[in-house]
């Protein structure tokens, strides 16, 4: 049995993998390197179709069906240990790039790089040839999720994204700006179901009442709220949790490329992923895996533990100042690992500051025309305007009459911050913990009532913690990052505002 255990801020949490065995599942055992032949006229010019997602011969127009992805374990209630895919075996690190076939045609050698590439033409008879079956550097994923969003709708979408930031955009950025370039891009992922049992121990409070004490500047709200001990006991299934599985885009916190714009365009709908083959590559790049599962299974862990734990917020939905989980307990019965090649659409533009460099990007989903970008601030600019909001807000202060007229000093950092979320996007990441297919089963409920507590005065539960994540990167790393997702998450200033709207009704009352 393996065990790891990940100590997080003031709860007790466990990561246990009940099961150390290992099954591995080959998905290519059926496909060859060599000649991919059209089953109508046998040539072997063969390209994806832009609008269908097929595979369509070039000489007689023939489409046809692409090859479904090998099943691995189809009823994830029975899965145990590790089942691997051949695509996600590890990456055996003297293994060549370098792989030579032989022409079924005219008998001739063809050399194929596959760090660059996945098909050659022959130099004597120019049939394609190409690599299908899984080589061990990381090169062949089991499956591949087709492009059917087209070049054209994509610059669309990317030149809609920056046109609506162009007024703080970077003057050397606006002149250089063009969609001409963007690529299609096929980046590694490794997609995992998971089958786990969670358990949670903890309190919660709910609202009773709320009323305001004191007079003028001077009133302040209070709240009522009802404790109860709580406890949530469940099965779960998480179906294709997506990772990244290149060392590069891992890193969505670099300091100088903006990987987590990438990230942010998931999720993808890849229950349509097909049977890997390299002529749906054609017209696009791709980069290889150079991570294996041992190098992701913390973040899967941590990943798939979060996406529990808000599986059980939609059973607490009574405790509406949240939820303190004083221990959580995941047990991983089973993992089931695939490899996939997923399509995007990438726009990207180094930025320069002296000896600093930033390469932005601005990504489309190509299933689902999800966009994200990262846009090079103008930052003086932005600063003036700021500081022109900050002296309104100042002016404001000494004319309106509001109690808290002292908030208007803060407009000039609030609309700084907010634009400054708007271009960068630092925070922007797939929300995998709300939108990664799950299925809870087996649940038991506790909520026994332990006291009423009076006179509190926060808003929301000291130390409420059930909308924690942990399992990505971008969350916390920095103040600057956790006051922009405030800002534009939590909307700090709206329920400012809204409270204090109550507390005027509560006086003209």
Same mark, same amino acid.
Not at 341 to 356: C, I
């Given at each position: 049995?393996?065990?790891?255990?990940?100590?997080?801020?003031?709860?007790?949490?466990?990561?246990?993998?009940?099961?150390?065995?290992?099954?591995?599942?080959?998905?290519?055992?059926?496909?060859?390197?060599?000649?991919?032949?059209?089953?109508?006229?046998?040539?072997?010019?063969?390209? #994806?179709?832009?609008?269908?997602?097929?595979?369509?011969?070039?000489?007689?127009?023939?489409?046809?069906?692409?090859?479904?992805? +090998?099943?691995?374990?189809?009823?994830? =209630?029975?899965?145990?240990?590790?089942?691997?895919?051949?695509?996600?075996?590890?990456?055996?690190?003297?293994?060549?790039?370098?792989?030579?076939?032989?022409?079924?045609?005219?008998?001739?050698?063809?050399?194929?790089?596959?760090?660059?590439?996945?098909?050659?033409?022959?130099?004597?008879?120019?049939?394609?040839?190409?690599?299908?079956? @899984?080589? #061990?550097?990381?090169?062949? #994923?089991?499956?591949?999720? #087709?492009?059917?969003?087209?070049?054209?709708?994509?610059?669309?979408?990317?030149? =809609?994204?920056?046109?609506?930031?162009?007024?703080?955009?970077?003057?050397?950025?606006?002149?250089? %700006?063009?969609?001409?370039?963007?690529?299609? +891009?096929?980046?590694?992922?490794?997609?995992?179901?998971? &089958?786990?049992?969670?358990?949670?121990?903890?309190?919660?409070?709910? @609202?009773?009442?709320?009323?305001?004490?004191?007079?003028?500047?001077?009133?302040?709200?209070?709240?009522?709220?009802?404790?109860?001990?709580?406890?949530?006991?469940?099965? $779960?299934?998480?179906?294709?949790?997506?990772?990244?599985?290149?060392?590069?885009?891992?890193?969505?916190?670099?300091?100088?490329?903006?990987?987590?714009?990438?990230?942010?365009?998931?999720?993808?709908?890849?229950?349509?992923?097909?049977? %890997?083959?390299?002529?749906?590559?054609?017209?696009?790049?791709?980069?290889?895996?150079?991570?294996? $599962?041992?190098?992701?299974?913390?973040?899967?862990?941590?990943?798939?533990?979060?996406? /529990?734990?808000?599986?059980?917020?939609?059973?607490?939905?009574?405790?509406?100042?949240?939820?303190? *989980?004083?221990?959580?307990?995941?047990?991983?019965?089973?993992?089931? *690992?695939?490899?996939?090649?997923?399509?995007?659409?990438?726009?990207?533009?180094?930025?320069?500051?002296?000896?600093?460099?930033?390469?932005?990007?601005?990504?489309?989903? /190509?299933?689902?025309?999800?966009?994200?970008?990262?846009?090079?601030?103008?930052?003086?600019?932005?600063?003036?305007?700021?500081?022109?909001?900050?002296?309104?807000?100042? +002016?404001?202060? *000494?004319?309106?009459? %509001?109690?808290?007229?002292?908030?208007?000093?803060?407009?000039?950092?609030?609309?700084?911050?907010?634009?400054?979320?708007?271009?960068?996007?630092?925070?922007?990441?797939? !929300?995998?913990?709300?939108?990664? !297919?799950?299925?809870?089963?087996?649940?038991?409920?506790?909520?026994?009532?332990?006291?009423?507590?009076?006179?509190?005065?926060?808003?929301?539960?000291?130390?409420?913690?059930?909308?924690?994540? &942990?399992?990505? =990167?971008?969350?916390? =790393?920095?103040?600057?990052?956790?006051?922009?997702?405030?800002?534009?998450?939590?909307?700090?200033?709206?329920?400012?505002?809204?409270?204090?709207?109550?507390?005027?009704?509560?006086?003209?009352?």
């Amino acid at each position: 049995m393996k065990e790891s255990e990940v100590n997080k801020e003031s709860s007790n949490i466990n990561i246990e993998t009940e099961s150390s065995e290992t099954t591995i599942i080959d998905t290519h055992a059926d496909s060859k390197n060599g000649q991919d032949k059209c089953p109508n006229c046998g040539a072997t010019d063969i390209v #994806p179709s832009k609008n269908t997602g097929k595979l369509r011969c070039r000489f007689c127009r023939t489409e046809f069906e692409p090859v479904k992805a +090998v099943d691995m374990i189809a009823d994830l =209630k029975n899965l145990t240990g590790d089942v691997i895919s051949s695509g996600a075996h590890d990456i055996d690190e003297n293994a060549s790039d370098i792989i030579t076939l032989k022409c079924d045609s005219c008998g001739a050698e063809v050399v194929v790089d596959t760090s660059s590439s996945k098909q050659a033409r022959c130099h004597w008879c120019r049939n394609t040839l190409s690599i299908n079956h @899984q080589v #061990p550097n990381g090169s062949v #994923p089991d499956v591949v999720l #087709p492009f059917s969003i087209n070049k054209e709708n994509a610059r669309l979408e990317i030149e =809609k994204f920056v046109g609506k930031r162009k007024f703080f955009a970077n003057s050397q950025f606006k002149r250089e %700006f063009t969609t001409e370039n963007i690529m299609g +891009v096929y980046f590694p992922y490794m997609l995992i179901d998971v &089958n786990a049992h969670a358990s949670f121990v903890g309190e919660g409070e709910h @609202q009773i009442r709320k009323y305001y004490r004191g007079n003028g500047e001077h009133q302040k709200a209070y709240y009522d709220a009802e404790v109860y001990h709580i406890e949530r006991d469940f099965d $779960i299934i998480i179906k294709g949790l997506s990772i990244e599985s290149s060392k590069d885009r891992l890193d969505i916190t670099s300091n100088d490329k903006t990987n987590n714009i990438i990230n942010a365009i998931m999720p993808f709908d890849i229950e349509n992923c097909i049977k %890997f083959n390299a002529n749906y590559l054609k017209g696009y790049t791709s980069e290889k895996r150079d991570t294996n $599962i041992d190098d992701l299974r913390i973040i899967v862990n941590n990943q798939s533990q979060d996406i /529990a734990r808000f599986a059980a917020n939609d059973t607490l939905k009574a405790y509406d100042r949240g939820v303190c *989980w004083s221990k959580e307990q995941f047990d991983i019965r089973g993992q089931q *690992w695939k490899a996939a090649y997923l399509p995007v659409w990438l726009y990207s533009y180094l930025e320069v500051k002296g000896n600093k460099k930033l390469l932005h990007y601005v990504a489309v989903n /190509a299933r689902t025309k999800e966009t994200m970008g990262s846009v090079p601030i103008h930052m003086p600019k932005l600063l003036l305007v700021s500081g022109i909001v900050e002296l309104v807000g100042f +002016v404001l202060m *000494w004319f309106v009459d %509001f109690d808290y007229s002292w908030v208007f000093l803060l407009a000039g950092f609030v609309y700084f911050f907010i634009m400054y979320a708007r271009y960068r996007n630092s925070g922007a990441r797939h !929300t995998y913990e709300l939108e990664t !297919t799950k299925e809870i089963s087996n649940l038991n409920k506790k909520d026994v009532y332990v006291e009423t507590k009076k006179g509190l005065s926060n808003s929301t539960m000291n130390g409420a913690n059930n909308k924690r994540v &942990n399992g990505s =990167k971008t969350y916390g =790393k920095n103040f600057g990052n956790s006051v922009l997702n405030n800002f534009t998450e939590n909307n700090i200033v709206a329920s400012f505002i809204k409270d204090n709207i109550e507390k005027k009704d509560n006086q003209t009352k």
